[in-house]
């Protein structure tokens, strides 16, 4: 089997998904007696989001693998997924591909025959809600980024402002780096929540 990560093991989500995958892949080879054989390659999309060089990404992918009898191809997250949907019959046309963590139901996803997996279901408006509560501020800011899965994040949290209970002040950050953390942060009072929507 390989997978095909949409981000790198810079991520904790990524290490812990690759470390749940490697671990249940050996639990079922001790059942079957005999090697289920992972393969991980990492799409490298929180760094860059463009995708600019996903098609040398699946040529390369294709020709490494190209002599190795793949059953099925897993793929995480938005950006992973969507380049399989669109790219599949060009470079894996007779994998059946299992996705997860994917933010955005779509119908295509829902009718492509040869594609099932998991959907991440959450709310992220319960989230700041409950910060609130917990908090007691009336402000929040919240930290997104401009991958598929960033901007999922942010059409969720589109109707924040009118969720009964919601605070007053809501303050968006796209795109926040490490080094911007106490410019762009700094500025607003120490007890103001801060929800990580994305990076």
Partial sequence: ????????????WTRREKTGIDQTFAEISEQ?????????????AKRYPSLD?????LSY???????TPLLMLMVSDDPGTNLILANRDKYFPTLPVVF?????????????????????????????????????????IITIDSTETGQANLSLLEDLSSTPGAPQQVIFIEDLTPDAIAQEIG?????????????
């Fill in 1 to 12: 089997m390989l997978v095909i990560h949409s981000y790198n093991l810079d991520f904790d």
């Fill in 32 to 44: 079957l007696g005999r090697d289920v054989m992972v393969y991980h390659e990492f799409l490298d």
């Fill in 53 to 57: 060089y996903s098609q040398d990404f």
């Fill in 61 to 67: 992918v294709q020709r490494k693998y190209k002599d």
């Fill in 100 to 140: 997860m963590g994917v933010n955005k139901v779509r119908q295509e996803i829902l009718d492509t025959p040869w594609l099932t997996g998991a959907f991440e279901v959450r709310t992220p408006i319960q989230t700041v809600l409950a910060a609130s509560k917990q908090t007691g501020s009336d402000h929040i």
């Fill in 187 to 199: 500025i607003y009072p120490d007890s103001w929540p801060i929800f990580l929507s994305g990076q």
